[in-house]
């Protein structure tokens, strides 16, 4: 009888434990996706200028898109989107050579440098990015890189220069590549190179392509060094600076329902890739070969 | 330090080093000092021999031809102003063009690394000669030109693996570094107006800024504390409620994990400036939460989310946090499931309740597993530069002072340099924070278990 009552007891305590868990996870989860939901919602807004009256529009329409895309006199919105993704494909292969080879030096040669080298890396590492801007402006105008349409090779330069810096993710999976599979290469007479590409390589799936879409990403998220290097050459913004500038004083107002098209068109594919980068992420430190 | 200098030493012992070349070498050898490549040219290593000797040509002419000059300009800095000039002849006046300090201190910095690369491979010549001299008398197989490329895809790999990647280091990292290092004890500061000529001022902005008699260093010490206070929140309170967050969604009985899961990655997935351009947006006096909550009739006038600045030190907390919160979450899902399951049991047994639990074995576990992560997110948020220029700029700023109530070491530095051109000021600031956040890092990073068994997966 005891018994069935405790029983009865810890029952009744576990649904109320259910309840308040799922009501919370609801409370929670509305907090963080309505934001999203509205700023969808007022992309298809009819209203004008920034004032709004309520969460959702009084009309909706597609002209925000339209506007977006085809008036281009002020805000080039297309050729913005042109220009990131140039300087993205270029960072992208420079950078994941980089981080690649580093890391793969790192890890499985052993030379006298290796571990200084790794530790001025992870020092390099702590300076605030953009401390040094101002003197890399300086040394990109010296080389004649800051004016013109050189702004988007100064740019895929600063994104892809140091890249190499950020060599741990990569580094720590290489490190479980078993070195077995290293010396039966050897031993076939293969030289380190080959063992780098036809063993490491192929091995490494999860962090190539972990390694190409962080770095594919990084002009579309960043925004400091486009703003510092760009300065007022418009025709060069990437997209980051041109959804910051509508909402500057002076355009909000015509732009501030474009300015959430802008941000659903970029926010929809970069989305995409965040999570299939995720997946490989968790596979990556899963290891290479699974037991 | 010293202990592990050693102890590489001995696993990469090399009898050629320069030392010995010179204490040991022969006449061809000890030439080599002067003329680079002598001992790999009598040792028919025609072209390694004419390569070291390209490189000390190319050298000398470019130290004549203005190397000398970047130096001496680099140490006395300074220079002429541009000058109004009469021109009697056209009538008119016209300018002299004056010298560019920033120009002499970029080629100054520049021709001191090229110095090092070339004293560098100045050492590897002397190297290289007296290993082939060596060789050659103990009748070993001197490397053609042709054996050292094939060496570069196998015994030196490394070498042309980490040659592009470390020139690009070297160019847009550590240049630029040293380039503001060195700005650090300059005069150059819109201060006196020292934007084109600018000299050598020691270390007297260090005492500008870590001095409490002065605006500049008042503003420093009051943003440091700020900064500390908002590192400590935002990286303690994520971490804690992104993890108690994924404990609910890993709770056995929580239906549909993977839709709650969503929910939040989908947050994390939106680029970080949309979000917070968004919420900037919808903060503002007259945003979408004011107006909802005054037509709701709530409030009679706007709440002063970024304008006041206790209000607008708890908002960017806040936001931080619904920033973060998901990607703690995803970090931390992995390793709670690797808590073992005996350790709960065992508690239950003994009664323990969730909040017991959690402080005496989930969150110890974590602690010490995840101590790495939660220094980069530490020095991550130190350096937490978007959040805070894209919610508030920093403001409310008080009248008269360079730093607004919300800004961080980071933000300052920027308006320091980017706004106000105060440049040595900032790149003071900018190593202030380095050495805190260096010291702090490399201690952890060194007692933690991933660099002291690396290989312990092998």
């Known amino acids: 009888m005891a018994k069935e009552k405790k029983n009865s007891s810890m029952r009744t305590r576990r649904i109320i434990a259910d309840t308040v868990t799922h009501i919370v996870l609801a409370v929670l989860a509305f907090i963080w996706v309505i934001p999203i939901v509205w700023i969808i919602l007022l992309s298809f807004s009819t209203q004008k200028g920034s004032y709004v009256t309520s969460f959702f529009p009084k009309g909706y329409t597609l002209k925000n898109y339209v506007k977006l895309f085809t008036d281009i006199q002020v805000l080039n919105f297309p050729q913005m989107f042109k220009n990131t993704f140039i300087i993205a494909c270029f960072v992208c292969v420079i950078s994941t050579f980089f981080v690649l080879s580093a890391a793969y030096c790192y890890s499985r040669l052993r030379f006298k440098m290796r571990k200084p080298l790794m530790n001025v890396s992870m020092i390099l590492g702590l300076f605030p990015g953009f401390m040094s801007m101002v003197a890399v402006y300086y040394i990109l105008k010296a080389v004649g890189l800051s004016e013109g349409s050189m702004i988007r090779v100064a740019l895929i330069l600063v994104y892809s220069g140091g890249a190499a810096i950020q060599f741990t993710i990569a580094k720590g999976f290489f490190d479980t590549v078993p070195k077995s599979l290293d010396e039966a290469a050897y031993l076939d007479g293969a030289t380190k190179f080959q063992v780098f590409t036809k063993v490491t390589v192929p091995l490494s799936k999860p962090i190539i392509v972990y390694t190409v879409l962080t770095s594919f990403l990084s002009p579309w998220l960043d925004f400091i060094f486009a703003k510092v290097i760009c300065r007022a050459n418009a025709e060069y913004y990437t997209v980051s600076v041109g959804l910051w500038k509508m909402l500057e004083k002076e355009y909000i107002d015509n732009w501030y329902t474009s300015f959430a098209a802008g941000a659903v068109c970029i926010s929809i594919p970069i989305a995409i890739l965040f999570v299939i980068m995720q997946k490989y992420y968790t596979d990556g430190l899963s290891g290479a070969v699974k037991g | ?458």
């Open chain 2, 1 to 458: 330090m010293a202990k592990i200098f050693k102890k590489r030493e001995k696993e990469f012992d090399d009898p050629y080093t320069v030392g010995a070349a010179i204490k040991n070498g022969n006449a061809v050898t000890r030439l080599s000092m002067l003329f680079m490549g002598l001992g790999n040219l009598t040792h028919k290593q025609i072209v390694k021999g004419l390569l070291y000797l390209g490189i000390e040509i190319a050298y000398i002419l470019f130290m004549v031809q203005g190397g000398i000059t970047n130096l001496y300009h680099l140490i006395t800095l300074g220079g002429r102003p541009q000058e109004e000039v009469w021109n009697e002849a056209k009538g008119i006046y016209e300018y002299t063009s004056g010298d560019s300090t920033i120009l002499f201190l970029l080629y100054g910095v520049a021709t001191l690394f090229l110095t090092v690369a070339f004293l560098v491979a100045w050492c590897a010549n002397l190297k290289s000669a007296y290993t082939v001299e060596c060789f050659a008398k103990e009748g070993k197989h001197i490397n053609s030109f042709k054996d050292d490329l094939k060496d570069l895809i196998n015994k030196r790999l490394h070498w042309t693996l980490l040659a592009a990647p470390w020139t690009g280091i070297l160019i847009f990292t550590i240049l630029p570094l040293v380039f503001m290092i060195c700005m650090a004890f300059t005069s150059y500061s819109k201060v006196d107006d020292k934007l084109t000529i600018f000299n050598w001022v020691g270390l007297k902005n260090f005492g500008t800024v870590l001095g409490m008699g002065n605006s500049i260093g008042k503003t420093f010490w009051s943003v440091l504390g700020w900064t500390l206070i908002w590192a400590v929140f935002a990286t303690f309170l994520n971490y804690i409620l992104g993890m108690l967050l994924a404990i609910i969604i890993n709770r056995k009985t929580t239906r549909c994990k993977g839709f709650w899961r969503f929910c939040f990655i989908l947050s994390a997935a939106i680029p970080q400036f949309v979000s917070l351009l968004l919420m900037r947006t919808m903060l503002k006096d007259n945003g979408l939460i004011n107006v909802l909550l005054m037509n709701a009739g709530l409030i009679d006038s706007p709440l002063p989310f970024l304008t006041d600045a206790t209000w607008a030190r708890v908002t960017v907390i806040l936001i931080n946090l619904w920033v973060g919160i998901p990607f703690t979450m995803m970090q931390v899902t992995g390793i709670l499931q690797n808590i073992p399951g005996e350790l709960y049991e065992a508690a239950k047994v003994d009664g323990a309740g969730p909040a017991t639990i959690f402080f005496k074995i989930t969150l110890p576990y974590m602690l010490f597993v995840t101590t790495p992560y939660l220094i980069t997110t530490f020095t991550g948020n130190i350096n937490n530069f978007n959040v805070i220029f894209l919610l508030t700029g920093g403001a409310p700023v008080p009248v008269g002072s360079t730093a607004g109530k919300t800004d961080l070491l980071v933000t300052w530095l920027y308006k320091l340099t980017v706004d106000q051109q105060y440049f040595n000021v900032g790149a003071v600031v900018g190593i202030l924070t380095f050495v805190v956040l260096a010291i702090v890092s490399l201690v952890t990073y060194h007692n933690t278990g991933s660099y002291k068994n690396e290989e312990g997966f092998q």
